[in-house]
């Protein structure tokens, strides 16, 4: 049994005594706040309620988008968005919003990292790490796939999502501050799916080159020596490094 709390942009869905319905004021707030952002730097505008449902596991996620999979935070198309929240995942925020949002203002462009990078640009963290900071220890330890591999569905998903997404939100991130919001917009409607070919036309720079002053910007940041060390177990754990 639901019950309902309905926001300015959202109609929220969660089970009653459940930690989702004590928290549902503060959820609404973040969201809420998230929306306007989105919309904001994206320069768009939905025209549809967005239908939440906070479930207590991945499988109930799962049962609720229809194939059974765990997983903890999904969309399914035009408007609704199922996500865990409970004592240890919150998934909540920026991350499942800006799919529905983008896929609804702008279009569904074929590449996975194209679109995780957007969704990783708005959290700008990767287990509230710097995205910045994990591509620069995957730069300096040979982790770092080419990008030019990543925009391939494939090789996309044989990485595991540790490498893959912040790679990807560093990627759109840069894409955005040097070339600006508007022409991004243009290549996340128009890409298909040869991507270095219609990345050339849009912004006047091969992948390649793109990607090397990607890398050299990136190499420049310094973060203090504890999220370096986070970095680096985290990596050991998913048995990346030893």
């Given at each position: 049994?639901?019950?309902?709390?309905?926001?300015?942009?959202?109609?929220?869905?969660?089970?009653?005594?459940?930690?989702?319905?004590?928290?549902?004021?503060?959820?609404?707030?973040?969201?809420?706040?998230?929306?306007?952002y989105i919309c904001e730097?994206?320069?768009?505008?939905?025209?549809?309620?967005?239908?939440?449902?906070?479930?207590?596991?991945?499988?109930?996620?799962?049962?609720?988008?229809?194939?059974?999979?765990?997983?903890?935070?999904?969309?399914?198309?035009?408007?609704?968005?199922?996500?865990?929240?409970?004592?240890?995942?919150?998934?909540?925020?920026?991350h499942e919003d800006v799919?529905?949002?983008?896929?609804?203002?702008?279009?569904?462009?074929?590449?996975?990292?194209?679109?995780?990078?957007?969704?990783?640009?708005?959290?700008?963290?990767?287990?509230?790490?710097?995205?910045?900071?994990?591509?620069?220890?995957?730069?300096?330890?040979?982790?770092?796939?080419?990008?030019?591999?990543?925009?391939?569905?494939?090789?996309?998903?044989?990485?595991?999502?540790?490498?893959?997404?912040?790679?990807?939100?560093?990627?759109?991130?840069?894409?955005i501050s040097i070339f600006?919001?508007?022409?991004?917009?243009?290549?996340?409607?128009?890409?298909?799916?040869?991507?270095?070919?219609?990345?050339?036309?849009?912004?006047?720079?091969?992948?390649?080159?793109?990607?090397?002053?990607?890398?050299?910007?990136?190499?420049?940041?310094?973060?203090?020596?504890?999220?370096?060390?986070?970095?680096?177990?985290?990596?050991?754990?998913?048995?990346?490094?030893?």
């Amino acid at each position: 049994m639901w019950k309902k709390k309905k926001s300015s942009h959202y109609i929220f869905n969660y089970h009653k005594g459940s930690l989702a319905e004590k928290n549902i004021d503060e959820i609404i707030e973040l969201q809420e706040s998230c929306y306007e952002y989105i919309c904001e730097v994206l320069k768009v505008k939905m025209n549809r309620i967005i239908h939440y449902f906070l479930c207590e596991s991945p499988e109930e996620v799962g049962r609720m988008y229809g194939d059974d999979e765990p997983v903890n935070g999904i969309i399914k198309m035009p408007d609704k968005i199922y996500a865990v929240y409970n004592e240890k995942v919150k998934c909540i925020g920026f991350h499942e919003d800006v799919h529905l949002i983008s896929y609804n203002t702008l279009g569904k462009p074929k590449q996975t990292f194209l679109r995780e990078g957007l969704a990783m640009f708005f959290d700008k963290v990767w287990w509230r790490i710097p995205n910045e900071a994990w591509v620069q220890v995957y730069i300096n330890t040979g982790l770092y796939p080419k990008l030019s591999t990543l925009t391939e569905y494939e090789e996309f998903h044989r990485y595991k999502d540790i490498i893959t997404y912040p790679i990807a939100g560093v990627f759109v991130d840069y894409l955005i501050s040097i070339f600006g919001i508007e022409k991004f917009k243009v290549f996340f409607k128009t890409v298909d799916e040869n991507f270095d070919k219609c990345f050339l036309k849009t912004f006047s720079i091969s992948l390649k080159n793109f990607e090397d002053k990607l890398t050299k910007y990136v190499k420049i940041i310094e973060y203090n020596k504890c999220i370096y060390d986070a970095i680096y177990e985290h990596l050991k754990k998913n048995r990346l490094l030893k």
